[in-house]
């Protein structure tokens, strides 16, 4: 379904500017921008799937991976076609570098679906959900109304003006940080600044932020630059959740998967700086998985794989009666 899109300039000769996010992309008519759907159609720019799915799915909370927010639970997963980066490593390649059969879903039937399977939210996810901007936004409008939460999974490089158009109907959000540097940006066709400018921004807000950082060996690995990530995040806020997740080789890259002491020694050094840090998708032992209080080392999570098992008392830690870093539902 076509729906005009927000955010963009009309130029001469039918010619349109995208504003969403660094790209900026000016589109002839009939083509589209790089994220592959937002479309200039007779010289105005459209979102062409905007109640279109390519995965529907329930999912634990912890896969997106969010392990503050509403632990234990399960969460509404959805994600379109496309991506406005170009990660030679991307997981989701299938759908984001091509379009593939979508299928069509209405607002409604995703309400009716979380309520008939007592689900406490909604995460935007699969592909980048900024380009989905116009459906992803009216879907959070609707799911705010009816009491669930909005989740999104994203890679950060949306403009200042768009964001702060989602920003009062986001709940909880995980932001992939690709690297620390912007040659890595450039790499994958993203940008340094204004990934670092929307961490910055949710920083300063009340919604639930989590980071990811995907180690990939000889791209983002050196421990001073690593080092001087989590210093940063650290800066904004401490207790801000850290993911540190082991690469696999996947889609164009074919550089060996990360060794396990790496995902291991950089564990050590981001928690010299950040309360709470988790091996991503990998079990580097010593409990590392769980989440202790901060204060006095009281168990407040256990978790085994996506089994998760909250002891907490009224969002306090059992022990100390520390108020934890947990949104509770």
Known sequence: MNVEAQYYTKLDNKKVQCNLCHHTCVISDGNAGICLIRQNI????????????????????EKKPLYHFFPGTEVLSLGTNGCNLKCPFCQ????????????????????????????????????????????????MKAFRKAGIKNIMVSNGCINPEPLHGIIPYLDAINIDIKGFNSNFYK????????????????SKTDIHMELTNL???????????FESMCKWIASL?????????????????????????????????????????YPGNINIGNNTENTYCPDCSALL?????????????????????????????
Do not use: M
């Open 301 to 329: 999570i256990k978790r085994s794989g996506f089994n998760t098992k909250t002891i907490l008392k009224d969002n306090r830690c059992p022990h100390c009666n520390r108020v934890a870093d947990f949104i509770i539902t």
């Open 42 to 61: 007779e010289g105005k720019l459209y979102q062409t799937s905007y109640n279109e799915v390519t995965s529907l799915n329930i999912d634990p909370v």
């Open 92 to 139: 989701n390649w299938q759908i984001s570098t091509q379009i593939t059969t979508r299928k069509s879903v209405t607002i409604d039937e995703l309400l009716d679906i979380s309520f008939k399977n007592n689900i406490k939210s909604i995460a935007y996810t699969y592909n980048e959900p900024i380009i989905w901007y116009e459906f992803v936004l009216d879907c």
């Open 187 to 202: 790499w994958v066709k993203g940008n340094f600044d204004l990934v670092k400018q929307t961490v910055e921004t949710i």
């Open 215 to 225: 180690i990939i060996p000889t791209k983002n690995d050196d421990e001073n630059e």
């Open 237 to 277: 806020n401490p207790n801000i959740v850290l993911h540190i997740s082991r690469y696999f080789p996947s889609y164009k890259c074919n550089i060996p998967p990360t060794n396990t002491d790496t995902i291991a020694n950089l564990y050590e050094k981001a928690k010299k700086h950040l309360k709470f840090v």
